[in-house]
């Protein structure tokens, strides 16, 4: 086994230098500002801008984290697909709460969302599905995710005979163990890289009267 060399982590470190991020500078609606910030980091050639950090707790306690990718979002919410008898799908049906994070390199920013979650209907889950590429439709059929599986060689199987199935019809149907979650925000925090690892952090809570906001010490 090599040796490990945590020193070369260690000495790792990237300055940040970006126009600061104030509370009079900030949309006072979260979303506005959101959108915002997620049309610049498209236009910055961000791979996948969409990729978010999906934090959920397991039934057992523990925090879970992985990459999903958003798919939509509005005033509603935050959109993303998942099988819902996958590991996320299991922590979200026994805690309904989640954290989302996107990291935008490029721009120096990160946003934290934090809300509730729910399942998005049947009929718009169909209807997302069907505008999925035909291979990607026939890998949810294929795969029973999160799922101990012996090798490879069972997702291959398994896709093959997605495809015999459908190899008559136009498009497969959704999976009925597939489908939208959306997460409904309750706080948003709006992150921007700053010299001496001063950040600037601005936070929005929602209330019943609309959005506070208020700057966090990084």
């Known amino acids: 086994m090599p040796n490990m060399d945590s020193n070369r982590v260690e000495h ?3 300055n940040y230098d970006s126009n600061p991020l ?49 798919k939509g979002y509005s005033k509603e919410g935050f ?11 299991n922590d979200l049906s026994h805690n309904p709460r989640a954290t989302l994070v996107f990291f935008w390199d490029k721009l120096q920013r ?16 169909s209807e997302y599905f069907k505008k999925r590429p035909i291979a990607s439709q026939l890998g949810a059929i294929a795969s029973p995710q999160s799922q101990e599986i012996k090798n490879r ?14 190899i008559d019809e136009e498009k497969p149907e959704r999976p ?13 925090e709006f ?6 690892r001063l950040h600037d ?5 929602k209330k019943s009267g609309g959005w506070s906001k208020k700057r966090l010490a990084p």
């Open 176 to 188: 009925l163990h597939w489908g939208g979650y959306t997460i409904k925000p309750l706080r948003v």
């Open 201 to 205: 952090r601005i936070i929005f809570e």
């Open 22 to 70: 104030t509370k009079e500078n900030i949309n006072k609606d979260p979303l506005q500002q959101f959108d915002l910030w997620m049309h610049e980091a498209i236009e910055s050639d961000i791979i996948e801008p969409n990729a978010m950090t999906l934090c959920t707790v397991d039934p057992a306690g523990f925090p879970q984290g992985r990459i999903v990718l958003l």
């Open 191 to 196: 992150w921007q890289g700053q010299k001496s």
């Open 12 to 14: 790792l470190r990237q």
């Open 153 to 166: 060689l069972v997702l291959q199987e398994n896709l093959d005979a997605a495809k015999a199935t459908y």
């Open 110 to 125: 990160q946003v934290r969302i934090s809300g509730e979650v729910e399942k998005i209907s049947q009929q718009d889950s």
């Open 79 to 89: 959109r993303f697909f998942t099988n819902y008898n996958s590991h996320k799908g």
